[in-house]
């Protein structure tokens, strides 16, 4: 599968962002989704992952209440809803994918940046 991720941008603390990450490929239910940031001088962290099929999400703790991923079956894409945004979110965001059965990530979106102004 090739990922592309899409709408990050700058939004003032307190607001709202959603991020897109569309999906090419073929049988996508032999995948798990997940998104992934990295903050300046830090490493990358999950987030949180959605199975293609069927669509059972997690999250991490830190971001679970203010967080949401869905996917859209139509436009073979997944989102990451962002709100109540702080300023420790700011980081630079990406989809990744892996088969079901794997340890590894093995397709990575180019990365979208999110900044978030106090």
């Known amino acids: 599968v090739q990922l592309q991720a899409s709408g990050g941008g700058l939004v003032q603390a307190g607001g709202s962002l959603r991020l897109s990450c569309e999906i090419s490929g073929h049988t996508l239910s032999r995948y798990l989704m997940a998104w992934f940031r990295q903050a300046p001088g830090k490493g990358r962290e999950v987030l949180g992952s959605?199975?293609?099929?069927?669509?059972?999400?997690k999250y991490v703790d830190s971001v679970k209440d203010r967080f949401t991923i869905s996917k859209d079956n139509a436009k073979k894409a997944i989102s990451l809803q962002m709100n109540s945004l702080k300023p420790e979110d700011t980081a630079v965001y990406y989809c990744a994918a892996r088969l079901l059965a794997a340890d590894q990530y093995s397709a990575w979106g180019q990365g979208t940046q999110v900044t978030v102004s106090s």
């Open positions: 959605i199975r293609w099929s069927p669509p059972i999400t």
